[in-house]
């Protein structure tokens, strides 16, 4: 266990970083040029798993639990708004039989 | 400060009235509850500075301006929920779930108004945020306002990472969540890079919780789809806490690198006044022209943000009462017109003024203070925010306001056009007007006209 907690720590932060920072544009681009309202749920939850990893990685590195606490907000917020989410697009599905976001025109100039 | 958990506590105790069967009188509980909370806050902006300053281990802090727009704020929402009393009339079975929504939609925006740290920010936005979403997507088997919801629930979660990951990379510069400690070590050392990106992360999610250009695309299409009376909770309550936060942020946080972003923020500015104003132009729905007008009235409020080094508190709270206000009376007046006529458009209003000349009269003094015509209100909101502007040397910005503030005397005045000067329908039905309407049409009337009269009384608060 000491040996792991040993690799971990010379992982260099810059490298978290990196990784989050790939993780959050995939996430991104996952909102961005998908249409499946699904699909979409799960890049908005990659995005804030991003901010997750980041924090906890940032948090080591300054010994502060803070951000550690802010992690386990982002989980409880994250829960609670993809059940919301999720009961809107059942709202939907029944309305028009498709979770396609394309579908959802009707309000326009 | 404690009227943020006062607030949670009686959301939670309409959501148990419905289980001892006292649904009749939620309504009156919540006002009465507001309204003592109310009274708190009085009793905190009374009280000694040194002693209001240090509550909740600085996750909230009382200051003037927190506890100033707390009671814009939760006198606004006493406001809306008098008009729930007849809106919900026919839903009695849901009423304890909307006025709990409200209430905790009150509860994120005070959170959001007198944050001290990072995280209050986030909680904040996020519980105003997730009850809106259900509010917007509240009247399930109508088409317009699923989609509604689920616009705004695909943009506000969005916008919500971004904004955490402009919070992370704040905290990985500067190790810290709370506001004063952030500010102090952006004021003492060389910034980076990353903090550039953090803060620019963080504008850009409050543009869009704000509805600010390039971000608004998604504003009037949710605050057309929802019903009326949950389009005026998030045309009030909900922009004016979003505006606070992002007010609070820049003020109280940022300012030590406002330089930078001083020159992004004013072309935003001139955009969203801009392209608020033009689009209303053109609308044929008096919803969407509201939802419209409410995206550049976003931009005359983000002027003060530009000009944060003078004195510009007292203008923005200025504002958002003046601006807050106009809207419940005219939505209030809305909300009968639609009920009686089934249409959103200007045409709903034909010949309002022969049938019932003070309503037609009402919304034309709410029409004109938003317009910004004197002695009203409006006036000397719009007076104040610019002054300030020209003070701080942001010319051509003013310049380009106070264009658009005449571009906007037409749109508004569309509705009094129809009221005054139109025919109505022969078989238009006369409005049923409930007691309590009028009541808060009184009441916001009176505001409009004191505040406007008297500006130096409010002026003198912060």
Request: proline fraction near 2%; charged fraction near 10%.
């Amino acid at each position: 266990m000491s040996l792991l907690m040993n690799i971990f720590q010379e992982i260099p932060l810059h490298n978290y970083l990196f990784l989050s920072a790939i993780l959050f544009c995939i996430g991104v681009f996952g909102v961005l040029l998908r249409r499946n309202a699904i699909i979409i749920f799960m890049s908005i939850e990659l995005m804030f798993n991003a901010v997750n990893l980041l924090l906890v990685a940032f948090s080591t590195y300054y010994s502060d639990s803070g951000g550690q606490v802010f992690v386990f907000f982002i989980m409880a917020v994250a829960a609670a708004e993809v059940s919301v989410g999720l009961a809107i697009l059942v709202t939907i599905y029944r309305n028009l039989h498709s979770v396609d976001i394309d579908e959802l025109k009707s309000l326009k100039w | 400060m404690n009227a943020l958990i006062y607030t949670s506590a009686l959301g939670i105790i309409c959501l148990l009235a419905e289980i001892f069967n006292l649904r009749k009188l939620i309504i009156p509980i919540a006002i009465a509850g507001l309204l003592a909370i109310l009274g708190t806050v009085a009793l905190d902006w009374n009280a000694d500075n040194s002693i209001r300053e240090a509550a909740l281990y600085n996750m909230l802090r009382a200051d003037s301006f927190s506890l100033t727009f707390s009671g814009l704020l939760i006198s606004l929402t006493v406001l809306l929920l008098m008009l729930s009393t007849d809106f919900y009339k026919t839903e009695q079975a849901k009423i304890s779930d909307y006025i709990a929504l409200i209430l905790f939609i009150l509860a994120g925006s005070l959170a959001m108004a007198s944050f001290g740290n990072l995280a209050m920010l986030f909680l904040g936005i996020e519980v105003l945020s997730i009850s809106l979403y259900i509010m917007a997507g509240a009247n399930k088997h109508d088409k317009r306002s699923n989609e509604a919801g689920m616009k705004y629930f695909l943009m506000g979660s969005f916008a919500s990472g971004l904004l955490l990951f402009g919070i992370a990379l704040v905290y990985g510069e500067t190790g810290s969540f709370d506001i004063v400690e952030i500010r102090d070590f952006i004021a003492t050392h060389q910034p980076t890079s990353m903090l550039y990106v953090g803060v620019g992360l963080m504008l850009m999610a409050l543009l869009f919780k704000t509805g600010a250009a390039p971000f608004h695309y998604w504003a009037p299409d949710v605050y057309e789809g929802a019903p009326m009376f949950h389009t005026a909770i998030l045309m009030t309550v909900a922009k004016i806490g979003a505006f606070a936060a992002f007010y609070r942020l820049f003020s109280a946080c940022f300012i030590p690198v406002m330089m930078p972003f001083g020159w992004v923020l004013s072309i935003v500015v001139a955009l969203t006044i801009t392209v608020g104003n033009l689009s209303a132009l053109v609308q044929d729905s008096f919803k969407r022209m509201l939802a419209l007008s409410g995206v550049s009235n976003a931009g005359y409020l983000m002027i003060a943000i530009v000009t944060l080094y003078g004195k510009t508190d007292n203008a923005v709270f200025y504002y958002s009462l003046a601006y807050g206000m106009a809207l419940i009376t005219a939505f209030t007046i809305a909300i009968l017109v639609y009920r009686s006529s089934e249409t959103e458009s200007f045409s709903g209003f034909n010949g309002l003024a022969k049938r019932h000349p003070f309503i037609a009269a009402s919304l034309t003094i709410a029409m004109l203070s938003l317009a910004g015509i004197p002695p009203f209100a409006g006036f000397f909101g719009k007076y104040y925010i610019f002054s300030e502007a020209v003070r701080n040397g942001r010319m051509w910005l003013v310049i380009i306001a106070t264009i658009n503030s005449i571009i906007g005397v037409y749109y508004y005045l569309k509705v009094v056009f129809a009221m005054y000067l139109k025919e109505s329908d022969s078989n238009a039905a006369p409005l049923q007007i409930p007691v309590i309407y009028s009541v808060v049409i009184a009441i916001t009337l009176t505001v409009i006209l004191a505040v406007g009269l008297f500006p130096s009384t409010v002026l003198g608060w912060l």
